[in-house]
Nanobody, 122 residues
Framework: QVQLVESGGGLVRPGDSLRLSCAAS????????MGWFRQAPGKGREFVAI????????SYAHSARGRFTISKDNAKNTMALQMDILKPEDTAIYYC???????????????WGRGTQVTVSS
């Protein structure tokens, strides 16, 4: 049974940092990509960042580039998202995802965690 468990969300002020983590278990051997999507209140799911599980290639949304860093630890089956210089518009539920293809489309991901809330407010 596949499980993706996010942690690290919280309430922070603009300009602060947060580090999200995702612990994966039970993933099929052909999983090629893990990443993060987010959903703000009243909006659809939005691509944030992805990482190729084998080679480490990354892709970031324009809004995340330069502020967020995605990383992985294959030995521990974990992934992280370091978020710096957080803005109020980063407020959302952040979901860990896993899938076979390297894609920015949410529909390409078979496995989703339950999400962790990030709130950026002064």
């Amino acid at each position: 049974q596949v499980q993706l468990v996010e942690s690290g969300g919280g309430l922070v002020r603009p300009g602060d940092s947060l580090r999200l983590s995702c612990a994966a278990s039970g993933l099929p051997s052909d999983i090629g990509t893990m990443g993060w999507f987010r959903q703000a209140p009243g909006k659809g799911r939005e691509f944030v960042a992805i990482i190729n599980w084998n080679y480490g290639a990354t892709s970031y949304a324009h809004s995340a580039r330069g502020r967020f860093t995605i990383s992985k630890d294959n030995a521990k089956n974990t992934m992280a998202l370091q978020m710096d210089i957080l803005k109020p518009e980063d407020t959302a539920i952040y979901y860990c995802v896993a899938g076979r293809l390297f894609s920015e489309l949410s529909t390409m991901y078979d496995y989703w965690g339950r999400g962790t809330q990030v709130t950026v407010s002064s």
